[in-house]
């Protein structure tokens, strides 16, 4: 139940076996903005696409090599870091992802999830 300019933050992190990880994050800023680890920082969200309800509902996908995100069905985002000019946004992204894990990096903790659920299975 974040708002726009709260400050809030999403932080979910792709890990791999070893624990290794990268990450994408979302900023409740005035002006609200993505980040996906290793390849691309502060980018504007449309507010059309977060809408007026403060209570949303955000899934995010792995497919082949893409990596999507939507806010109540409205996509922000559908990126494939394969296409990145990068190398280190192309290898990070390329690793094998075992879990992917909610909450705290070292520097950045979410703040704006109340919960999360497994998307296939609705387990919380």
Do not use: H
Request: proline share 2%.
């Amino acid at each position: 139940d974040s708002e726009i300019g709260s400050g809030d933050l999403i932080w979910a992190q792709f890990v791999d076996a070893d624990g290794n990880g990268r990450g994408i994050s979302v900023y409740f800023n005035p002006s609200p903005r993505y980040e996906i680890g290793y390849c691309v920082e502060n980018i504007e969200i449309s507010l059309e696409k977060l809408g007026i309800d403060k209570n949303r509902i955000w899934t995010i996908e792995m497919e082949n090599t893409r990596i999507k995100l939507y806010c109540n069905g409205m996509q922000i985002f559908d990126y494939d870091p394969q296409q990145s000019t990068d190398e280190k946004c192309r290898q990070q992204w390329s690793l094998e992802s075992s879990s992917l894990k909610f909450g705290q990096n070292t520097e950045e903790m979410d703040t704006a999830s109340d919960f999360y659920r497994d998307y296939k299975t609705g387990m919380e």
